[in-house]
């Protein structure tokens, strides 16, 4: 009956770990998927979110119940706390609100459902570059057309933003943006909070829709409060808008997936309404949530000295990765690597966009062992001080061996 | 209408409160979402709201579908417990998992459907993904089957079945139509309108069937209905979608309920399989499930899991890993697996005893009613018969909550109130 279903072509991301992980090589470089390492190149599991799990291991009281189709209301009310500060306007007037969806990728496919379906929006727009999967999120969702708005300038290797605000003045009214929260994905380049305001104004003045991706908050900078300032900022304006928010890296908590989906409206009357028709959407997709790292991510968020020392673990992912920023373009600018390097430094969170083009990429994995996506995006947590030399030479030996 | 009551604030004394007024009026007019309606309210969880706020000590409620003790306690299976002790040693991490769930959840879980030495996966022809529990492994496989089912894009489904495969199904962009199934004259199978519809649906469509325990009738097809019915379904070149979510939890017996699933393949049919592990090892909230197409060569099956894969990488990206772990445990460690096969016969157990005291204690409340089908009935529910004024009455006058089609969460049953229950079924139905 499926004969004739054709073979899907391999996910980057995907098809390159199944690469990395196959090469026998000694001294091979993993910078393609975004999950934090340690400087021991192994994944951190936060010693707050083993302490809970033992803590809810022991808790007789609890069972395996189905959570409510919206989620488990600790996790949501705390996640939309986190994201808008309790000092929201939007908050204390009770104009928005959490939902638990599945990570940060579930949070965009239940936002943009509605979005589709009850607010009628048809066409939305995402940075180029963007995260690989928001195309497809947004047109399985219902979404009937997806744009782009300019983002990265190569030549410079920063943002391109008078490119982004001619495009986005040039969008169609109620068009949805999808705009990253801090730590832009591939690049690492976000705009600076003047840039943010122009933004706003532009998004105001043409009536489009933002919806925020925040899947960094505190892994960026380190500073959870830092990196919600352009959510922040566009509620302080009164506008309506969604937000994603992924705990897969603030949390390391990737196979979990914890994320919340955060409304805000104008008007509180509209919040029943609105979660009434998202209950229906949640239904016919997967009917509730999953419970467990919903404990833990609301246990800890709700509790103050639990939060402190969850605190703290971000400081030290943040921490961590800013030091390999800074390791790596001392290294290239040492070795006097053709270019300029302060890119790497001037960006923020996870990813780097080095600039490095096709050739040079194919080279990196082909002759070096070093795995990065096609694009040129590297993840620095896959940097640490044990293979930072080696993948800085590594650099500096394609950049001037290879003509793009 | 909300704009007014949104001005119910307002008080023409003050400006201040003029203004807010204002801004309210104003505010709902600039919103994007002031046109969005409430939706219809949950008839199940609307059971649940009734139950809690009612204070009569002898209350009951036969709503909610999840698995009870004899205490009227949420029950967290043994095996379970065991299997979360050994995966707490094991120290693992929190790294995303595959797209399609772990190959060891996924081997485990469609070898417990199609039996552990099975030829169907030992020669690769099963594409299983992990799914968000029974519901997100419906909405995987309808989703795949909307995208390339080459036939006519219409779900057959029994009359009646579980309340949400009719959104779902159309949330994934398929027609939904019926067939015959439940009798309300004998509270049993109507077997003879079943056969009558499915030789009627065009050739080239999909038909969904409860493995076991249907939901919300408990009436099962004999095993000699089900060789009728695939020989049918064979015939007319209908494709089969099996939706297991009681697996072990019906009779007690795991390849007793997974029968009907099995002898599909054996007649030769290739089938779309859901499956659950909510009820049958209790982890409703932690979400593990599986979809699986059987196709009819390791290539088909290679490209179908690609395709699934681009199916669910924009739904949620990767499977939560939590409850997956736990089933990977209890099926692939011997002690845990056989601990397990206890807990779920114990389950089924403790339920088809509840039937049996039901009817028993409904024949001594001196009942001249055909109960059968009480005891006729497997599964966590039993579709009662009882009308919807003998239902408001069972429930305003015995605290006895249950939903209007007379459907009953026998799981809510237990040895102390079932003789309070048949008193109030016999008072209301006599």
Not at chain 1, 55 to 79: F, I, M, Q, R, W
Not at chain 2, 61 to 76: C, E, M, Q
Request: charged share 20%.
């Amino acid at each position: 009956k499926f004969a004739s279903v054709e073979s899907a072509p391999p996910i980057e991301v995907f098809a390159l770990n199944k690469a990395y992980v196959e090469d026998t090589f000694p001294q091979k470089v993993n910078l393609g998927v975004g999950a934090y390492r340690t400087d021991e190149g192994k994944p951190w599991v936060l010693p707050v979110v083993r302490h809970m799990e033992q803590k809810l291991a022991a808790d007789e009281t609890l069972n395996k119940e189905y959570l409510p189709v919206l989620g488990y209301e600790p996790l949501a009310s705390a996640a939309t706390r986190m994201l808008l500060g309790s000092d929201s306007a939007s908050l204390k007037e009770g104009r928005a609100t959490g939902i638990q969806c599945l990570s940060g990728t579930g949070a965009l496919r239940v936002g943009a459902e509605f979005l589709a379906h009850i607010g009628k929006h048809s066409i939305v727009y995402s940075s180029n570059p963007t995260w690989g999967n928001h195309s497809l999120v947004f047109l399985n969702a219902g979404f009937t057309s997806y744009r782009s708005y300019r983002y990265w300038d190569a030549a410079k290797k920063a943002l391109d933003f008078d490119g982004l605000m001619e495009d986005l003045r040039n969008a169609p009214e109620n068009s949805v943006i999808i705009l990253h929260a801090c730590a832009h994905n591939p690049t690492g380049v976000d705009p600076t909070q003047d840039q943010w305001r122009q933004i706003a104004d532009l998004i105001e003045e043409r009536q489009l829709f933002p919806f925020f991706d925040s899947a960094y908050q505190g892994f960026a900078s380190g500073d959870l409060d830092r990196d919600a300032w352009a959510v922040r900022y566009f509620d302080s304006r009164g506008f309506e808008m969604v937000c994603a928010q992924s705990f897969a890296k603030n949390f390391g908590l990737y196979n979990e997936r914890v994320g919340n989906l955060t409304f805000v409206a104008k008007d509180r009357s509209v919040i029943e309404p609105v979660r009434s028709q998202i209950t229906l959407l949640v239904r016919a997709n997967y009917s509730n949530p999953p419970n467990h790292g919903a404990r833990i991510v609301g246990t800890v968020l709700n509790d103050p000295v639990l939060t402190e020392q969850w605190k703290s673990h971000i400081k030290t992912m943040a921490d961590r990765i800013i030091s390999m920023r800074l390791g790596l373009r001392e290294r290239l600018e040492k070795l006097e690597t053709p270019g300029t390097w302060n890119h790497i430094t001037d960006q923020i969170g996870m990813f780097s966009f080095t600039g490095l083009g096709p050739l040079a990429v194919d080279k990196l994995i082909a002759d070096h062992h070093i795995y990065l996506l096609k694009g040129g995006r590297i993840n620095m947590c896959g940097l640490n001080t044990g293979n930072i030399d080696y993948v800085a030479k590594c650099i500096h030996e394609v950049v001037t061996t290879t003509q793009e | 209408m909300s704009l007014i009551s949104s001005l119910k604030i307002f008080s023409p004394s003050s400006l201040n409160t003029t203004q807010n007024a204002l801004s309210v009026v104003s505010s709902r007019a600039n919103s994007w979402w002031s046109h969005v309606e409430m939706g219809p309210p949950d008839p199940i969880l609307g059971v649940t709201e009734a139950f809690k706020r009612d204070t009569n000590p002898k209350k009951m409620n036969l709503g909610v579908g999840a698995y009870r003790d004899d205490s009227g306690k949420p029950f967290i299976l043994p095996a379970v417990k065991m299997a979360e002790a050994e995966i707490a040693k094991k120290n693992m991490d929190k790294e995303y998992s595959p797209i399609s769930g772990s190959p060891e959840f996924c081997k485990a879980t469609i070898n417990l459907a199609l039996g552990e030495d099975n030829e169907w996966t030992k020669n690769g022809l099963n594409a299983t993904v992990q799914g968000i529990s029974g519901t997100g492994s419906l909405r995987i496989g309808t989703a795949f089957l909307s995208a390339f089912f080459p036939g006519g894009k219409d779900l057959y489904m029994p009359t009646p079945t579980w309340g949400n495969h009719v959104p779902l199904a159309k949330h994934a962009g398929l027609g939904v139509k019926q067939y015959r199934y439940y009798d309300p004259k004998t509270c049993g199978f109507d077997f003879h309108g079943a056969l009558q519809d499915i030789a009627k649906i065009p050739e080239r469509s999909m038909i969904l069937l409860h493995a076991c325990a249907h939901n919300p009738t408990g009436v099962d097809p004999k095993p000699e209905q089900w060789a009728e019915m695939s020989k049918v379904i064979k015939e007319k070149k209908l494709f089969p979608f099996f939706d297991m979510a009681y697996q072990g939890f019906a009779s007690g017996d795991i390849d007793k309920d997974a029968a009907p699933v099995r002898m599909f393949l054996k007649d030769g049919h290739q089938i779309a399989l859901s499956q659950s592990y909510a009820k049958n090892m209790g982890l409703y909230g932690e979400r593990a499930g599986a979809f699986s197409l059987i196709c009819s060569s390791k290539e088909e099956a290679a490209a179908t899991m690609s395709q699934l894969k681009i199916i669910i990488r924009p739904m949620y990206s990767n499977p939560p890993v939590t409850g997956a772990r736990i089933a990977t445990e209890i099926l692939t460690n011997p002690s845990l697996r056989s601990q397990w096969l206890k807990d779920v016969k114990g389950m089924a157990d403790r339920i088809i005893s509840m039937r049996q005291l039901l009817r028993s204690n409904l024949a001594k409340e001196g009942s001249s009613r055909d109960w059968a089908h009480i005891t006729d009935q497997i599964g966590m529910f039993c579709f009662t018969g009882m009308t919807p004024p003998q239902v408001e009455k069972l429930t305003k006058d015995f605290s006895v909550y249950l939903t209007k089609d007379g459907r009953i969460s026998v799981a809510g049953i237990t040895s102390k109130n079932v003789e309070y229950l048949a008193h109030a079924i016999h008072q209301v139905t006599k």
